[in-house]
């Protein structure tokens, strides 16, 4: 063989076609492509799904959140309720982002929840025990402003005789009521003397943890027109009995019993 035919041999041994040496890029670029929709695809995979925001306005706060997690979703609830005149106390107004949108698995939906109606009712508290009636305005959210005692010939001592506003009136939460309590029936004309000497506390007793079982709670006074009960209800152990007494004289002597058990013993 020829040197020339040696060269040429040797030339077509050490590069490839050129018809092939234009494919290469071509295939390069292909591979880069193929490589960057599967990491594409591969990132789309590991996102979490989507998920719709189940409508929960008007539920309770707690079936709204089982609700919400069921789809997939985070509960925060927002820390202040708002007062509200169609949803009740205890259920959501709306949440965050709103019911019916589609979010990914995972979100966080925020929860505002009802303080209820901004207006309470001012309840009837006539004839009742001062401390029954204070009970019952504390838990309508109304607060007392005064309380006047003046005399009654019909309505027995330290019972409710008017309220103002009156009972029925609508007023918004934490307002004020004024109460007018009786002092019982006025003296008589011979025992107006003793009227200069009247005396009156409010007691406040708190009854024994260790007793079996509930007893009659009983308060007598003892004054210049004999012994008279004041209170008498029953109480389960621990209770606080909260109570206001008078007598008239130089002398008033005020017993507490729980049961048979003197338990209180003060001079006014």
């Known amino acids: 063989m020829g040197r020339e035919h040696i060269h040429e041999a040797a030339w077509g041994e050490s590069y490839p076609h050129p018809f092939v040496s234009c494919l290469l890029p071509l295939i390069a670029m292909l591979a880069i ?95 009742l025990a001062l401390v029954d009636a204070q009970a019952r305005l504390r838990k309508a959210q109304l607060t007392i402003a005064s309380e006047t005692y003046v005399y009654d010939a019909k309505i027995p001592y330290d019972r409710i005789i008017t309220l103002s506003p009156s009972p029925g009136t609508k007023l918004q939460r934490n307002s004020t009521v004024t109460l007018k309590i009786s002092k019982g029936q006025k003296p008589k004309e011979q025992d107006a003397s003793l009227e200069g000497n009247l005396r009156s506390t409010t007691l406040q007793v708190e009854l024994p943890m260790d007793a079996e079982k509930a007893e009659q709670v009983r308060i007598d006074v003892i004054d210049e027109t004999g012994r008279t009960t004041a209170y008498e209800r029953e109480h389960n152990p621990g209770d606080t009995v909260v109570h206001t007494v008078q007598g008239i004289g130089n002398t008033v002597t005020v017993e507490v019993f729980f049961g048979e058990k003197l338990l209180l013993t003060r001079e006014l």
């Not at 609700?67 to 259920?91: F, H, K």
Request: proline share 6%; aromatic share 6%; net charge negative.
């Open 33 to 127: 492509t193929a490589v960057g929709i599967f990491g594409v695809q591969l990132w789309q995979w590991s996102l979490p799904e989507d998920t719709q925001v189940p409508v929960v306005a008007g539920l309770k706060q707690d079936d709204a959140a089982v609700l919400l997690r069921r789809a997939g979703l985070r509960v925060d609830v927002y820390p202040y309720t708002q007062s509200s005149e169609t949803i009740p106390a205890g259920a959501v107004i709306s949440s965050e982002p709103a019911g019916g949108r589609r979010v990914k698995e995972g979100r966080t939906v925020q929860l505002i929840v009802s303080a209820g109606s901004a207006f309470t009712v001012v309840p009837d508290v006539r004839e």
